[in-house]
Nanobody
Framework: QVQLVESGGGLVQAGGSLRLSCATS????????IGWFRQAPGKERELVAR???????NYADFVKGRFTISRVNALNAVFLQMNNLKPEDTAVYYC????????????WGQGTQVTVSS
């Protein structure tokens, strides 16, 4: 069982930055691939970025060059640095942990709201 807790969301103006954190309580955190997803009102949840156990990273095209995912296994934490935020980035951001990079049926956090004003 992996419990995930997101933090760092908030209200920011367009062009600003936020850093999201995903903290876990499981002792096997380093064995999990971690992904950040987001869901805007009326839209489906979509993958933002993911990082494998070995550090391989994938980004959605709409965040490339603006967002950076990283993990610190010693802290049982994954971070999402979000720069040059746009109003369309407004969503609830979720952290997910899975045994493979496909993140099929992962463990989910409760989400953190990110609101970008224009």
């Amino acid at each position: 069982q992996v419990q995930l807790v997101e933090s760092g969301g908030g209200l920011v103006q367009a062009g600003g930055s936020l850093r999201l954190s995903c903290a876990t309580s499981g002792r096997t955190f380093s064995s999990y691939a971690i992904g950040w997803f987001r869901q805007a009102p009326g839209k489906e949840r979509e993958l933002v970025a993911r990082i494998s156990v070995g550090g391989s990273i994938n980004y959605a095209d709409f965040v490339k060059g603006r967002f950076t995912i990283s993990r610190v296994n010693a802290l049982n934490a994954v971070f999402l640095q979000m720069n040059n935020l746009k109003p369309e980035d407004t969503a609830v951001y979720y952290c997910a942990a899975g045994l493979t990079m496909s993140l099929i049926t992962p463990y989910w956090g409760q989400g953190t709201q990110v609101t970008v004003s224009s």
